[in-house]
C-alpha cells in the first residue's frame, strides 16, 4: 500500500489543522493506522493509532483531548485532526500502515509499521 499525507502547514497557537492520508493498493480496513511525528532533534514518537478493526485507538499524552484520529474506509483515507495547536506541536507528522498482527503496544512503535507516507510539516507560532 502506498500512502500520501498532506494538509500540513503553518498555523497560530490556538489554531487548528486536519491532516489527511490517503492510500492507494489495498482496502485500508484491513489495516492497523497510525499517525507520528518527529521534532528538529528528537525522535519519532507516536501521537495517535487505530487498531486494525478500528475498535482501539492510542494518543499519546500530550495530545489527549486536543487530537482526533479518524478513518473513512470508503476513501481510503485516515485523518488526524488538530485543535488547540501548541508551538510544541511543530513537527513533522507522518502517517503509516499495517496489515499484520501485532501487539496493541507494537502499534505505538515505529517497528509497528511497515507502511510509511512521506510526511507533513506542521509549524504551531506562539
Known amino acids: 500500500v502506498q500512502l500520501q499525507a498532506c494538509g500540513g502547514g503553518l498555523v497560530q497557537a490556538g489554531g487548528s489543522l486536519r491532516l489527511s492520508c490517503a492510500a492507494s493498493?489495498?482496502?485500508?480496513?484491513?489495516?492497523?493506522t497510525g499517525w507520528f511525528r518527529q521534532a528538529p532533534g528528537k525522535e519519532r514518537e507516536a501521537v495517535a493509532a487505530?487498531?486494525?478493526?478500528?475498535?482501539?485507538?492510542y494518543y499519546a499524552d500530550s495530545v489527549k483531548g486536543r487530537f482526533t484520529i479518524s478513518r473513512d474506509n470508503a476513501k481510503n483515507t485516515v485523518y488526524l485532526q488538530m485543535n488547540s495547536l501548541k508551538p510544541e506541536d511543530t513537527a513533522v507528522y507522518y502517517c503509516?500502515?499495517?496489515?499484520?498482527?501485532?501487539?496493541?503496544?507494537?502499534?505505538?512503535?515505529?517497528?509497528?509499521?511497515?507502511?510509511w507516507g512521506q510526511g507533513t510539516l506542521v509549524t504551531v507560532s506562539s
Open positions: 503509516a500502515a499495517d496489515d499484520r498482527a501485532r501487539s496493541w503496544y507494537s502499534r505505538t512503535v515505529i517497528s509497528g509499521y511497515d507502511y
Open positions: 493498493g489495498r482496502a485500508f480496513s484491513s489495516y492497523a
Open positions: 487505530f487498531s486494525r478493526t478500528g475498535g482501539r485507538t
